[in-house]
């Protein structure tokens, strides 16, 4: 069975102001599809933070597959793109262009994200959007 670590980056949602849903959806999907989910975590839009769990959770191997939501945007504080590249041993750019294809079919918008994909150690880390509804597209539809 593959284990699955999730990630929302989120400042609103980690000070407790505003409820996680993206992340929700994310273990709502994998649960549909009997994978198991090693570990579910809120932080906030801090690359250290960011890049210190994904070691952890891939150098620990803690999880196959690490899929984050958030903080993939052009805010200022948006740094998961950043991070995800820190801890990447090998880009996985196709993913993240078939996730941006797609929605693209759905709004010009998602032209915006910068999501990526890599690899460190066995552990695939994607950047999914930060909207449920994008989560569940991307995840469902991709």
Do not use: W
Not at 107 to 116: F, I, N, P, Y
Not at 123 to 142: C, F, R, Y
């Amino acid at each position: 069975m593959y284990r699955v670590a999730v990630i929302v980056s989120s400042d609103s949602a980690y000070a407790g102001k505003r409820e996680d849903t993206s992340g929700k959806k994310i273990v709502e999907l994998c649960q549909q599809k009997d994978l198991k989910i090693s570990e579910q975590l809120v932080l906030p839009d801090d690359k250290e933070q960011l890049i210190k769990a994904m070691k952890r959770i891939c150098d620990q191997k803690n999880a196959d597959l690490i899929l984050t939501t958030g903080g993939t945007g052009l805010a200022p504080r948006d740094c998961m793109p950043e991070a995800t590249q820190a801890v990447g041993q090998r880009n996985v750019p196709g993913i993240s262009e078939a996730m941006r294809n797609f929605s693209m079919q759905i709004t010009k918008r998602s032209m915006l994200s910068r999501g990526v994909s890599v690899i460190r150690h066995q552990t695939l880390i994607i950047n999914l959007p930060g909207s449920p509804k994008a989560v569940e597209e991307s995840l469902t539809k991709t």
